[in-house]
């Protein structure tokens, strides 16, 4: 079992350009999110899908749109990227909530 | 929705001596409290949880207590090695989806 999976680990992007980031899970979790990490700000979700075919926006979602690809997929994508989004961000999974979230290793995102 | 509130910020004790992190929920109906060990630069990881139909579970030198009626939970990390060093997430669930909220992060420092 690979757990989940982010790709890439690292990206610079500039300032309107757009990406996007990849999660996949092989645990056959239902429910998957994305989250930023900031200094000092801990973990603010983004996006979340609580079953494959729904998505809902978190505490975070401004400049950002999601898609639950298959049960297994959940991808975060920047239309045109921010220097305000400039983070880490990490993709998690769980069975069902509230359980123990597993997290993908992370993206590094850089926007000059 | 929830509102979690984490301290303290830091927290640097000497190895051997213990280490208490706190946290304050806002939702009365949150049923599920977990505790994340994120070392630098990895991703954050499950280190123990408690629902609320107990007041404390243990797990070799990690105990967390729960207080449902005054709305905090707590870590507690005894005899502290140089691998303890790490940011603690304290979380809680809210929302439709019992989405987790987290706390803003314990950086603790175990100190040779």
């Known amino acids: 079992n690979a757990g989940v999976t982010q790709t890439p680990k690292f990206q610079v992007l500039k300032t309107g350009q757009s990406m996007t980031l990849q999660c996949a899970q092989d645990?056959?979790?239902?429910?998957m999110y994305w989250y930023r990490q900031d200094p000092g700000m801990g973990l603010r979700l983004i996006y979340y899908s609580a079953s494959e075919g729904t998505t809902d926006k978190g505490e975070v979602p401004n400049g950002y749109n999601v898609s639950r690809l298959n049960k297994r997929e959940f991808s975060l994508r920047l239309e045109s990227a921010a220097p305000s989004q400039t983070s880490v961000y990490f993709c998690?999974?769980?069975?069902?909530?509230?359980?123990?979230?597993?997290f993908g290793p992370g993206t590094r995102l850089t926007v000059l | 929705g929830e509102n979690v509130e984490q301290h303290p910020s830091t927290l640097s004790v000497q190895e051997g001596d213990s280490a208490v992190i706190k946290c304050t929920y806002s939702d009365s109906a949150s049923n599920y409290f977990p505790w994340y060990k994120q070392e630098l630069g990895k991703r954050p990881q499950l280190i123990i949880d408690?629902?609320?139909?107990?007041g404390e579970k243990k797990d070799q030198r990690i105990a967390v207590t729960l207080n449902k009626t005054a709305k905090h939970f707590s870590l507690h990390i005894t005899e502290t090695q140089p691998e303890d060093s790490a940011v603690y997430f304290c979380?809680?669930?809210?929302?439709?989806?019992?989405?987790?909220?987290f706390g803003s992060g314990t950086q603790l420092t175990v100190l040779p």
């Open positions: 998690a999974s769980t069975l069902k909530p509230p359980d123990t979230q597993y």
């Open positions: 408690i629902r609320s139909n107990v």
């Open positions: 645990m056959n979790h239902n429910s």
């Open positions: 979380a809680a669930p809210g929302g439709s989806a019992r989405q987790l909220t």
